[in-house]
C-alpha cells in the first residue's frame, strides 16, 4: 500500500495508539471525578495542553480541546462574534476556506451579519493587501486558514494580522492552522491571531479530537452548555483517551518539524519532476506551497477515475477535499483553475514515510491511466 492520501487523514503513530489505549484500560477514570482514578485522568488533559500549548508558543490554560478542527472553527468563530459582534457586525473570511469555516461565516450572515469573502486576484494569490483592505472599523472579526487543504497554498496570515492588529486592534483574528501544525514553522505570536483551530487526526493522533487555542484575556463564548467542563468553555466529559493520544502524537513529532519538513519538499521537489515528465500533466500547486500537498490534474480525465484506477494498484490519493464526497470544488474555482483542470485534479497528500520509491510508483500508475483512461470532451 502507498497512502498518499495524508491531508484528509493519516496513519495513528504508534506512541498514540499506546496512549489511547493506556488511558482506555488503565486511567479510565471521569477527569471531573475526586478520586485516584479522576485525578490521573486530569493529568493526562494537562498533559496535552502542555504539549500543545508549547508547540505553538502559548500555555496550557489557552487550550481548549474539542472534537475536531470543524467544532474548533465552529466555536472560535460563533464563539467570538457572540462577545465582539454586538457593535461591530461586519465579518471576513476567504473565499478558499474550509466548509466548516465557510458555512460558519454564512450563518451568521443569514442572522445579520455583513459578511465580506476575499476572492484571489488574477493570479489565484490572496495577497496581503487584500486582507487587510477587507477589514474596516466596523469589523469584529476575521478568519483565514494558513494552508489551504486542497493546494497547499500558503495564505499571508502573519502579516496580514500583524497589520489588521495595529490598525484595528478589536477585530478579533483567527486562524485554521489544521494543515500546518506541526508540518510548518508555527508560533500563534508570530500569527498575530487571537484564536487557532487544530486537528488531532491530521498528525498521526486519532480521529475524533481536536483543540482551539485562545489567546489569554479573550473572550469565547459557549457553544455548548452543560456541565461546565473546561472553565464553561466546552461542557461535556472530556475524550481523555483521545486527548492524550493527541499530546503524545505532538510530543513524537515535536522535535522533527525541520527535518520532516525538509523532508518533504525533498519529496515534493522530486515529484514535481517526476509527474511533469509525463505527457500533458499540469501541476496546479505553486512553488511556495506547502511541501506536503501537491495539486496535479491529467487534463480530460475525471479526477474520480483517476483515483479508482490507482487504488487498484494499491496507491491511494485524493480528488479533493475528503470533505467534499466527490462535490466539485468551489476551492479550485476560486483560485481560478479552468474547469477541465479542476474536474481533472488529484491531491497528492505526503508524510514523514513517503519515500521516492512511492513517488516513482505513483508516476508509473499516473502515466498508465493518462496512456490508457478515456478522457472527456
Same mark, same amino acid.
Given at each position: ?32 471525578? %475526586? ?6 485522568? =486530569? ?12 508547540? $505553538? ?15 474548533? +472553527? ?71 486558514? %494558513?494552508? +489551504? ?33 506541526? !508540518?510548518?514553522?508555527?508560533?500563534? !505570536? ?7 483551530? %487544530? ?12 483543540? %482551539? ?61 517526476? $509527474? ?6 499540469? $501541476?496546479?500547486?505553486?512553488? +511556495? ?11 480530460? $480525465? ?52 513517503? =519515500? !521516492? =520509491? ?20
Amino acid at each position: 500500500m502507498i497512502y498518499l492520501d495524508n491531508a484528509a487523514t493519516t496513519k495513528v503513530c504508534p506512541e498514540a495508539a499506546e496512549a489511547v489505549l493506556y488511558a482506555m484500560t488503565e486511567a479510565f477514570g471521569n477527569p471531573s471525578s %475526586l478520586h485516584g482514578l479522576g485525578i490521573e485522568a =486530569e493529568k493526562l488533559i494537562n498533559f496535552s495542553k502542555e504539549k500543545i500549548a508549547s508547540a $505553538i508558543g502559548g500555555i496550557p490554560s489557552e487550550i481548549i480541546f474539542t472534537s475536531g478542527a470543524t467544532e474548533s +472553527n465552529n466555536l472560535a468563530i460563533f464563539g467570538l462574534a457572540e462577545n465582539y459582534g454586538r457593535r461591530k457586525k461586519k465579518i471576513v473570511t476567504t473565499a478558499v476556506e474550509h466548509p466548516s469555516v465557510l458555512e460558519a461565516m454564512k450563518k451568521l450572515a443569514s442572522d445579520g451579519y455583513e459578511l465580506t469573502v476575499v476572492e484571489p486576484d488574477s493570479n489565484g494569490e490572496i495577497t496581503e493587501d487584500a486582507l487587510v483592505g477587507a477589514v474596516d472599523g466596523s469589523t469584529c472579526l476575521i478568519s483565514a486558514m %494558513l494552508v +489551504n487543504n486542497e493546494t497547499g497554498y500558503i495564505l499571508p496570515v502573519s502579516r496580514a494580522f500583524s497589520r489588521i492588529k495595529k490598525l484595528y486592534p478589536d477585530c478579533m483574528t483567527h486562524c485554521d492552522c489544521v494543515q500546518g501544525f506541526m !508540518k510548518l514553522p508555527l508560533s500563534a !505570536k508570530a500569527l498575530c491571531a487571537d484564536a487557532i483551530s %487544530l486537528s488531532g487526526h491530521k498528525i498521526y493522533a486519532p480521529k475524533g479530537v481536536g483543540a %482551539l487555542w485562545v489567546k489569554k484575556g479573550v473572550r469565547v463564548a459557549p457553544i455548548l452548555r452543560g456541565g461546565g467542563q473546561q472553565n464553561g468553555l466546552r461542557s461535556g466529559t472530556e475524550a481523555v483517551p483521545l486527548i492524550y493520544g493527541f499530546g503524545k502524537a505532538v510530543e513524537a513529532l515535536s522535535k522533527t518539524v525541520g527535518t520532516r519538513f525538509e523532508h518533504a519538499e525533498e519529496i515534493r521537489d522530486y515529484a514535481v519532476n517526476r $509527474i511533469s515528465e509525463i505527457d500533458g500533466a499540469v $501541476i496546479n500547486s505553486k512553488e +511556495n506551497a506547502s511541501p506536503y500537498i501537491l495539486s496535479i490534474a491529467l487534463p480530460g $480525465i475525471k479526477s474520480e477515475t483517476v483515483l479508482h484506477y490507482l487504488e487498484q494498484s494499491g496507491i491511494y490519493v485524493s480528488s479533493g477535499s475528503a470533505c467534499s464526497r466527490g462535490k466539485k470544488s468551489s476551492v479550485l474555482a476560486a483560485f481560478r483553475f479552468p474547469a477541465k483542470i479542476a474536474d481533472s485534479t488529484v491531491r497528492i497528500s505526503t508524510s514523514f514515510e513517503t =519515500e !521516492k =520509491e512511492d513517488i516513482d510508483a505513483l508516476v508509473r500508475g499516473l502515466r498508465l491511466a493518462n496512456e490508457t483512461l478515456v478522457r472527456t470532451k
